[in-house]
């Protein structure tokens, strides 16, 4: 079947063999947007967090079928140019370690700032693993926000 995805505000037609296919599998190896990590497939580590009406959604766990009609964003589609606070501050607090997380961590980030969380409160927000501990740096930079 055919499926049209906004995603980053472009539309993408992709052939999907089940409507039950992950979101995550679309956007990565159909429409070839390889910012949004695979980390744990059950909803619990963030490195697939997208934006999708504005909200945060774990695209591991979302259908396909559910995602057509909604504005989908991706880590690509933050800004073009790195200059969406969120990515400020990460530069600016050098945030990043292996770096695998920090697509999800900033969307998630991104969403928390969207719902008008503002400074520490966001990263109260954000639930996302960092297997390598980033997160002291992650609370300095969103203390910024
Ligand atoms: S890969 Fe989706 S939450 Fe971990
Ligand atoms: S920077 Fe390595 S997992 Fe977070």
Same mark, same amino acid.
């Given at each position: 079947?055919? #499926?049209?995805?906004? #995603?980053?505000?472009?539309?993408?037609?992709?052939?999907?063999?089940?409507?039950?296919?992950? =979101? =995550? @599998?679309?956007?990565?190896? *159909? $429409?070839? *947007? !390889?910012? !949004?990590?695979?980390?744990?497939?059950?909803?619990?580590?963030?490195?697939? !967090? #997208?934006?999708?009406?504005?909200?945060?959604?774990?695209?591991?766990?979302?259908?396909? !079928?559910?995602?057509?009609?909604?504005? $989908?964003?991706?880590?690509?589609? =933050?800004?073009?140019?790195?200059?969406?606070?969120?990515?400020?501050? @990460? $530069?600016?607090?050098?945030?990043?370690?292996?770096?695998?997380?920090?697509?999800?961590? *900033?969307?998630?980030?991104?969403?928390?700032?969207?719902?008008?969380?503002?400074?520490?409160?966001?990263?109260?927000?954000?639930?996302? *693993?960092?297997?390598?501990?980033?997160?002291?740096? $992650?609370?300095?930079?969103?203390?910024? =926000?």
């Amino acid at each position: 079947m055919n #499926v049209t995805l906004n #995603v980053n505000n472009v539309n993408h037609t992709v052939s999907v063999t089940d409507g039950s296919m992950p =979101l =995550l @599998w679309v956007i990565r190896d *159909l $429409i070839g *947007l !390889t910012g !949004t990590k695979y980390g744990c497939g059950i909803e619990v580590c963030g490195a697939c !967090t #997208v934006m999708m009406d504005g909200q945060a959604e774990h695209a591991c766990v979302v259908d396909v !079928t559910s995602a057509v009609g909604k504005k $989908i964003t991706t880590v690509e589609g =933050l800004s073009s140019d790195r200059s969406h606070p969120a990515q400020k501050a @990460w $530069i600016e607090n050098q945030v990043p370690q292996c770096g695998f997380c920090q697509p999800g961590m *900033l969307m998630s980030v991104a969403c928390a700032m969207n719902a008008g969380h503002h400074g520490s409160e966001i990263s109260k927000e954000v639930k996302n *693993l960092c297997v390598c501990g980033t997160y002291a740096r $992650i609370r300095q930079a969103c203390s910024k =926000l």
